[in-house]
């Protein structure tokens, strides 16, 4: 590599030529550096930053290597859950946890937010459904996430599963995250009780096509009229 790819002009993004140039990295097979400048835009906070860690551990990340089938629980009927239902429809992964106290409630409201305007814009032709997948099995089990879905959108599905269960969906998803903050919410540093801590966490959406197939992704800069925009154009 000669040096830094040119950084996506923002001003393109609502085109979604973003993501289009953010593929084209990934299937040219473009390294950590060329990702860099994707998590670069939301370094503001610690979610970012885990973002840009795993970023930098992620070696290629081709279209085709994105993604695959899982079967998680479903939180609110607590019987297992296949990602093969998710067929015959689009659907928008997130993956988060229940415990977080910006950045998935944002996204959340933003995912639920655009798929209300899909829904208007299509006048209901378009079903878009949104899946929440837990990144936090020791604390979000069905009685955490079922609740905590049902205050974003009434169709959102919550999903969790066993700690093998997650690790390998967050691995064919290239999910990055990691435990971190313990004791930061009470100060006790290393003495802090063993359920008190965060998770930083790559901010991506991830659109799946009506075969359950990976299209392509939102990261945090997405308003939710963009995101519902490029779902308009996209889920047909
Ligand atoms: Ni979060």
Redesign the pocket.
């Known amino acids: 590599m000669t040096g830094p790819p040119t950084p996506p002009n923002p001003a393109t993004k609502s085109t979604g030529s973003y993501n289009v140039s953010y593929a084209s990295l990934a299937l040219a097979g473009v390294t950590g550096a060329g990702l860099y400048y994707f998590f670069e835009k939301t370094k503001s906070d610690r979610?970012a930053r885990a973002a840009l860690k795993g970023a930098q551990h992620a070696k290629v990340v081709g279209q085709a290597d994105i993604g695959g089938p899982f079967t998680l629980t479903d939180a609110s009927t607590k019987k297992l859950f296949s990602s093969e239902q998710l067929k015959g429809g689009y659907s928008l992964l997130y993956f988060?946890?229940c415990h977080?106290?910006?950045?998935?409630p944002d996204?959340l409201e933003k995912i639920a937010s655009a798929i209300d305007m899909v829904d208007k814009g299509s006048n209901g032709a378009t079903k878009v459904t949104p899946v929440f997948i837990t990144l936090d099995p020791e604390r979000d089990g069905p009685a955490q996430v079922a609740p905590y879905v049902k205050e974003f959108h009434p169709r959102m599905i919550g999903l969790t599963g066993s700690k093998e269960e997650i690790t390998k969906v967050t691995k064919s998803w290239r999910v990055y995250y990691t435990k971190a903050g313990v004791g930061e919410m009470t100060g006790n540093g290393g003495g802090a009780a063993d359920d008190d801590y965060l998770?930083d966490?790559s901010?991506i959406t991830y659109l799946l096509d009506k075969d359950g197939n990976f299209v392509t992704f939102f990261g945090k800069n997405y308003t939710d009229a963009e995101m519902a925009q490029r779902l308009l154009d996209i889920c047909k």
Do not use: L
């Open positions: 979610h988060g946890f977080c106290p910006d950045i998935c996204e998770i966490h901010i």
